[in-house]
């Protein structure tokens, strides 16, 4: 009987190639990140964020001052809190089209509870907060519990809450004491940074944790993934989907609250576009629309990534209209990007 010997692989040889030798050290490392989707994408943001800020702090004027850099971070923090959830809600195969409304909507209820309602400022947060919390779960239970796609629930979603916000206002702000020191806090900083920007870098961390380490994280990517075998394997994934989407409310909510504090007012028309520069934001840091990849750390990245466009082109003077066919743009590539990296890493598990 005649044995044929396997070829050696290259991680039985500890990486060397045919002749025995093994590769240098550049040619390690670029097989490590070129196997990882998501490290390659972290790579490319870092480096366009890099490059991106360096051509802004020589080219667009103002752009390199303290206060500018203070509202950077606070309008960072605007897309970031609301990114958190949606990246956890776009790995697991959905998507919240209704963060821009929720956010308004939520402004205006904590402005009226504190101007209108006699509440106090503290008492006012909590009650936007879980009535947020509260549409959210109702978008979560459509998708859960009838199976609307998600697009559509958060659609309807989005014109009932804009509408609300309208409505109740007539469209005109509502205005917030001058001293509230609950408020003051929110739109102030600690240690020279802005507190909305330490709030979204504490949910990132949270989610981040929750994401990676939790088994209601490994769900989301399970779900993601495959639902079907996700369910067969015993997650329940009715109660995933409607706990992602009051997430969602609850994030949007937040959101309203500290962009209450930072205008003054809740404002009915405040935040429009927002999801869509959420969802860059996400798809940007590689997150995948089809499900079951994505990464916080690659998300805040495009945080920051989104921020810089949209900071940089009002700079420059770019057309208002122009800067929403930017963005256009750039998600449209973001998801190419993405696409072709997927179906790389596919070909290579083929192989």
Known sequence: ?????????????????????????????????????????IVGLLVAIVALYLYLMFNAVGFFTAANQSGLLRDAALIGVAATGMTL???????????????????VIAASAISQWGLPTLLAIVLTLAIGTAWGTLAGFLRARFNVPSFIATLGLWSVLRGLAQFVTNALPVQIPDSDPVMDFL??????VPTPAIVMILAFLVFGFVARKTPYGRSVFAIGGNAPAARLAGINVRRVR?????????????????????LGS??????????????????????AMTGGRGSLVGTFLGVIFITLIGNGLVLLG???????????????LAVLLNVTLSRRRGAREDD
């Open 266 to 287: 809740g404002n009915s028309t405040a935040a429009n576009g927002l999801e869509f520069d959420v969802i860059a934001a996400v798809v940007v840091g590689g997150t």
């Open 187 to 192: 739109n102030g900083s600690v240690l020279g």
């Open 318 to 332: 770019v057309n208002s209209f122009l800067q929403n066919v930017v963005r256009g743009v750039i998600i449209v």
């Open 1 to 41: 009987m005649t044995t044929t010997a396997e070829p050696t692989s290259d991680l039985t040889t500890g990486g060397a190639g045919p002749d025995g030798a093994r590769p240098n050290p550049f040619t390690r490392a670029r097989r490590a990140i070129g196997g990882n989707t998501t490290l390659v994408n």
């Open 242 to 262: 409607v706990t992602l989407f009051a997430t969602m409310g609850f994030l949007g909510a937040l959101s309203g609250v500290l962009l209450t504090a930072r």
């Open 89 to 107: 809600v776009i790995i697991a195969g959905e998507i919240d089209v209704s963060t821009g409304p929720a956010v308004a909507l939520s402004s």
